[in-house]
């Protein structure tokens, strides 16, 4: 996600825990999801066309793209990087979904906890650690994801996306959140997919990040994407090298 960037099934509920404190939050039953993708939002992010380079790095098959995006008035970005033999596409798939564990290899996160799983896929918050000096930066997001593998029958093309979670579901995690991370606020508006791409007709296999997103407070919007830029490379390197080990 930009400006890097468990639930436990008890009787058919779910439990948010935080390391080994519970928060004590009874959410969902799985039938009663919070949450939902901003299909408008999604979609228009999914499609081809439009996109314009922005950086390009040859020696790891990455390009950085950008694009205006109308239905949210914001600027997109998207990296696409190619997958060295040694990543194994299950493998890489595993980590991208595993979003309990990022906080472990992800060095901006300062958490990362999944609130609920559902059959579609899982929601979840992440908070990031502020810049040294910079504790007003900080800033957290809680998400609805939902999982698509083999998307349009290929096997091995799979994809997670997200939406913010409107701000009248989940108040309580939200309260939660804020209490323990007094300086953190959430994010304004963020919504994305990360792919895994199988080799086709002689290209290679792919990891690909597309996302949309204003940090809100008082960073302004030229920071907020020079942020995105330098951020997705490290990003789709950090999963990279995780799939690898």
Same mark, same amino acid.
Request: with cysteine; glycine share 8%.
């Given at each position: 996600?930009?400006?890097?960037?468990?639930?436990?099934?008890?009787?058919?509920?779910?439990?948010?825990?935080?390391?080994?404190?519970?928060?004590?939050?009874?959410?969902?039953?799985?039938?009663?999801?919070?949450?939902?993708?901003?299909?408008?939002?999604?979609?228009?992010?999914?499609?081809?066309?439009?996109?314009?380079?922005?950086?390009?790095?040859?020696?790891?098959?990455?390009?950085?793209?950008?694009?205006?995006?109308?239905?949210?008035?914001?600027?997109?970005?998207?990296?696409?990087?190619?997958?060295?033999?040694?990543?194994?596409?299950?493998?890489?798939?595993?980590?991208?979904?595993?979003?309990?564990?990022?906080?472990?290899?992800?060095?901006?996160?300062?958490?990362?906890?999944?609130?609920?799983?559902?059959?579609?896929?899982?929601?979840?918050?992440?908070?990031?650690?502020?810049p040294p000096?910079?504790?007003?930066?900080?800033?957290?997001?809680?998400?609805?994801?939902? @999982?698509?593998?083999?998307? #349009?029958?290929? %096997?091995?093309?799979?994809? =997670?996306?997200? $939406?913010?979670? +409107?701000? *009248?579901?989940?108040?309580?995690?939200?309260?939660?959140?804020?209490?323990?991370?007094?300086?953190?606020?959430?994010?304004?508006?963020?919504?994305?997919?990360?792919?895994? @791409?199988?080799?086709?007709? #002689?290209?290679? %296999?792919?990891?690909?990040? =597309?996302?949309? $997103?204003?940090? +809100?407070? *008082?960073?302004?919007?030229?920071?907020?994407?020079?942020?995105?830029?330098?951020?997705?490379?490290?990003?789709l390197d950090?999963f990279v090298?995780?799939?690898?080990?």
């Amino acid at each position: 996600m930009t400006l890097l960037r468990l639930g436990l099934a008890m009787g058919g509920r779910f439990v948010v825990t935080v390391g080994a404190v519970a928060l004590g939050v009874a959410l969902f039953a799985t039938s009663a999801i919070a949450g939902q993708l901003d299909r408008k939002v999604i979609d228009e992010l999914l499609q081809t066309s439009g996109w314009s380079e922005e950086d390009r790095d040859a020696s790891v098959g990455l390009v950085v793209l950008s694009k205006p995006l109308r239905s949210v008035g914001l600027t997109a970005y998207m990296g696409v990087r190619d997958l060295p033999a040694s990543v194994d596409l299950a493998r890489l798939w595993q980590v991208v979904t595993d979003v309990a564990d990022h906080d472990r290899f992800a060095g901006r996160l300062a958490e990362s906890t999944v609130v609920q799983r559902h059959d579609g896929g899982i929601d979840f918050f992440q908070v990031i650690k502020p810049p040294p000096m910079l504790a007003s930066v900080q800033r957290y997001w809680l998400v609805h994801t939902e @999982l698509e593998r083999n998307v #349009g029958g290929v %096997a091995g093309h799979h994809r =997670r996306c997200w $939406s913010q979670i +409107g701000a *009248s579901e989940m108040a309580a995690i939200r309260a939660e959140i804020e209490q323990r991370y007094p300086n953190a606020t959430e994010i304004a508006l963020t919504h994305g997919c990360w792919e895994v @791409l199988p080799a086709k007709d #002689g290209t290679p %296999a792919r990891l690909r990040y =597309r996302t949309v $997103s204003d940090p +809100g407070g *008082s960073l302004p919007r030229s920071v907020a994407d020079l942020l995105t830029t330098r951020a997705l490379p490290d990003n789709l390197d950090i999963f990279v090298r995780q799939a690898g080990l």
